[in-house]
């Protein structure tokens, strides 16, 4: 059970996207204005943020007479757009070079599929469920995140759609 909770908190803490930073569509660069034109042209209200994102992780082993490992991650920049397109909320993450990596569309609670909804229950039973959305990563994957609460304190934890726990 121990090793169960360590795991869960590893996942709730290595999912944390980095501090968002709203910047004004001027200081968007070309190449990912191109993309989310491309995608969405008849959108035209756009909120934009930036932030660092964890990319991959890099791992540091030294091995003398006590074993010492230091785990870091590399980051990179990252463009968030949030919109609404008929009638959804919903946000894209689009990297510097104008990579879409995914899109994020809002969701009910009740919309997210039974699986999810019994993992909730069965491991988040304590928390509140605030928001639910449906991720389409670049890959084709689709994740299912639902913003969780306790004591004033909200995480994010996504799934996949058997409520197997996902790292975004």
Do not use: C
């Amino acid at each position: 059970m121990k090793a169960y909770l360590f795991f869960l908190a590893a996942l709730l803490v290595g999912s944390t996207p980095g501090r968002a930073q709203k910047i004004s569509a001027t200081q968007v660069p070309a190449a990912v204005r191109a993309t989310f034109e491309t995608r969405f042209p008849a959108v035209k209200t756009i909120t934009w943020k930036k932030e660092m994102q964890q990319v991959r992780p890099v791992y540091e082993y030294e091995t003398h007479n006590d074993f010492h490992a230091r785990d870091a991650f590399l980051t990179e920049e990252v463009y968030e757009a949030s919109f609404r397109l008929t009638g959804q909320e919903m946000s894209v993450l689009i990297t510097q070079n104008g990579l879409l990596q995914e899109t994020e569309t809002e969701m009910t609670t009740n919309q997210l599929p039974s699986a999810v909804l019994a993992s909730l229950a069965r491991d988040f039973n304590a928390y509140q469920v605030r928001e639910a959305a449906t991720i389409v990563r670049a890959d084709g994957r689709t994740l299912y995140e639902a913003e969780i609460a306790l004591a004033g304190k909200k995480q994010d934890v996504h799934f996949t759609a058997d409520g197997q726990l996902a790292v975004r």
